[in-house]
């Protein structure tokens, strides 16, 4: 159990970099296993879901070497084709693997961990994905087990423009015979990033960032180098913690177009935000104005990886907003803890309506999943007096070092 605490009240000032994106890396190092070269990775960020890839990976077979930032994964070796519930049960997404499994090996066994902090975590868009390539899918118990003597191309329409769907979709169609077509594909930049990446492990692909994806051939290179895209919600984070700590600080190395959904809504508050080639400034001055309604939907509408964030900066903004969250079933559940702060949140269903009060109050609060609880610590930056934030993990799974990144800025913050 990790402990945060803040003391509230200190302005945020300074420029710091945006570490690399755990939602982009994840399904990354998934692909490496789709050839028997070696793959060299860059700006790969230090959290403990991708020490849990990494170790997945060599359970794999693979030989894996880091150091600092970098990866190098020698997939020549990997034969495995299981992953049981000790290795799943480290990651929520391990299902990231499905894909590229079945594409190396022809069959696959993934235990998934079930449902999440977020709600049930189903993979029924996965199976019928796999199935549309050609393999067998089906659901024994809590695994996932696939089986394909070979996997052919395919028409795939997706329903519900599934990020992690269109990834595995991605992945196992370079090992399919003939053109594979995925109608309704997400469009988030992490699905972009995946399209350059496999382009580089050469894939022939084209279409990511519409709902379009087409992938005619894999031919693998040898010695592929990538570096991974910039944090796009880590970003959100951090401009969200100068919106409730009040200041003026600069992301260096973001990309601006990735969160415009995120800084347009920073910017209806009231604060000053500049955009700039690759880096994004805020500047937050007195009380922000409340943004009325934020709701969640695939990119590029708002993450809903970012309600959270933004929420704990309407919690002092004058006047009221209404959260619709349409991703995730359960995805309030930091609300309770905020109330605890002096928050005044109603939640029923998909909607969270909070009404601005003048100031927080330092609490002990409980951090329940990744992003609610970085909420808490941005919460607590602008409250009145200590917050003590207990943390089974969570956070480390998505952020870096977000103690160091906002103590660089000038928050009392510790964690031990
Ligand atoms: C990815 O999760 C991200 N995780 C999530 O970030 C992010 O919130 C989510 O996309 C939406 O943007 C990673 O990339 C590792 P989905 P994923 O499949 O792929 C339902 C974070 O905080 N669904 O787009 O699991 C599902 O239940 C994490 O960094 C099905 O019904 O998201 C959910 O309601 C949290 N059947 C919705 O779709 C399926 O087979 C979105 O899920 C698959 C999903």
Redesign the pocket.
Known sequence: MSVWRIQGGEKLAGMTPVQGS??AV??VLAAAILTDSETELTNVPALR?VDASLHILRKLGCNISREGDSVLIDAAPAAGCELGRDLTGQM??S??FLGAVLARSGRARIALPGGCE??????????QVMRALGAQAEMEGDDIVCRAEKLRGAHIDLP??????T?NAMIAACAAEGTTVIHGA?R?P?IVELQGFLRAMGAVMSGAGTDRIVIDAFRPKKHVTWSVMPDR?GAATLLCACACAGGDVELLGSEPGHIAAVTDALSAMGARVDIGENRVRIICRGRLTAPGRVVTR??PGF???AQPLLMAAALTARGGTVFEEN???RRFRHASQMVRMGADIRTEGRLAVVRGVERLHGAHVLAE???GGAALILAGLGAEGETVVEDPGHVDR?YESLDGALAALGAHIGKN
């Open positions: 755990k939602n994840l399904p879901d929520r997404s299902v990231i977020l709600g049930p975590r189903p993979v029924d868009l996965h199976l519900f423009p599934s990020v992690g769907a990834e997400a988030e992490e919600i695939p990119y993450p809903t990886d991703i995730f079933d999943d990744l992003r998505g």
